[in-house]
């Protein structure tokens, strides 16, 4: 958002520039924010008493939360592309 807001005086900016960077990062890193955002305190200390607590069975909850991108990413994801929705609120709408 930061850099988006920072262009050149007088050329308008729209939601395609706010939330996709005007569709010009590389792959990896939209795979690297995908992950990033997945990460939180819960991931770090709750996940790893659970797995102390329960044992390994608890990483699948994890690969099906991969499972479920992948899921997403090659079904609902050319929709909402074909379609131009950026956000959550545009697909409600």
């Known amino acids: 958002g ?3 807001s ?6 308008q900016k729209n939601a395609e520039d706010y939330f996709l960077a ?3 990062l590389p792959w990896w890193a939209i795979g690297a924010s995908l992950i990033a955002a997945n990460i939180s305190a819960e991931q770090f200390i709750g996940m790893s ?6 044992g ?10 991969a499972i ?5 990413g090659k079904f609902f994801l050319p929709i909402f592309i ?3 929705i ?3 609120p545009e697909f409600v709408e």
């Not at 920072?6 to 050329?11: F, Q």
């Not at 479920?68 to 997403?72: A, D, F, K, R, S």
């Open 2 to 4: 930061l850099w988006v």
């Open 6 to 11: 920072r262009s050149k005086k007088g050329v």
């Open 22 to 24: 005007s569709k010009s």
């Open 49 to 54: 008493g659970s797995g102390y607590k329960v």
């Open 56 to 65: 390994l069975a608890i990483a699948s909850y994890e690969w099906m939360a």
């Open 68 to 72: 479920t991108l992948i899921i997403v």
């Open 82 to 84: 074909e379609k131009g």
């Open 86 to 88: 950026y956000t959550i």
